[in-house]
């Protein structure tokens, strides 16, 4: 029926749409627009907090390089006040418990179990629950340290996993479960990336013996 209308009357009629709807396309464009720019600087804030908690972790290095721990305990304390879901701090925990294993093992211990119990990064959760284990071992809280050990699914981290409970089980004395953990973690997932070598001779040179626990430790 509009070929049959006058220009006039479909000028009049684009009026008369405009009138009646033109403010509700008005206003999804603008919503639209509003949304974008909302989109975009919430990004830019991401953007900006990362780049942020980038430069404080990288401070915190040169700290730890230059043997300033109280600067980079700072630091971290920052990372973890302001920057609590991001990354860089679970990296600056990590980073601090290595350097604080000999000297405070308690404050390693600690800051491990923080990465562990907080990371949004399951890979980063479990490296901190295996260097934690490591650290309860050294201190010789061995039940403790297996507890941690119980993982349903490790992963890629299966056969560090398993070289770890040897070791904590070959200090116990418990041969026949240092054994098995050790011959498991030479198939294991992650086997690839372990030091074969150095797994084969500590199962080498398990002695044949009942399985026993030493005194001492938490066991």
């Given at each position: ?62 700290a730890v390089d230059n043997d300033k721990g109280d600067e980079a ?147």
């Amino acid at each position: 029926m509009d070929d049959y209308l006058s220009e006039k009357e479909q000028i009049q009629r684009i009026k008369d749409w405009w009138q009646e709807y033109g403010w509700y396309l008005l206003g999804g464009m603008a919503l639209s627009a509003i949304g974008l720019f909302a989109w975009n600087q919430y990004h830019g804030y991401e953007r900006g907090r990362a780049a942020q908690a980038s430069a404080l972790y990288q401070s915190l290095q040169q700290a730890v390089d230059n043997d300033k721990g109280d600067e980079a305990a700072g630091i971290l304390t920052q990372l973890r006040e302001d920057y609590a879901s991001s990354p860089y701090t679970d990296q600056a925990s990590l980073l601090v418990a290595r350097e604080e294993l000999i000297s405070s093992p308690d404050k390693a211990a600690a800051d491990l179990r923080y990465v562990m119990q907080n990371s949004k990064d399951r890979q980063l959760a479990l490296i901190a629950r295996l260097r934690l284990a490591r650290v309860l071992a050294y201190q010789k809280k061995y039940k403790e340290a297996l507890a941690l050990l119980d993982v349903a699914d490790p992963g890629q981290f299966a056969a560090r996993l398993q070289t770890i409970k040897g070791d904590i089980n070959a200090a116990l004395g418990n041969v026949d479960a240092a054994r098995a953990a050790y011959t498991q973690a030479l198939v294991a997932p992650g086997a690839d990336l372990l030091n074969r070598n150095l797994v084969q001779m500590k199962l080498n040179h398990l002695k044949a013996k009942p399985s026993g626990k030493k005194d001492g430790g938490d066991a």
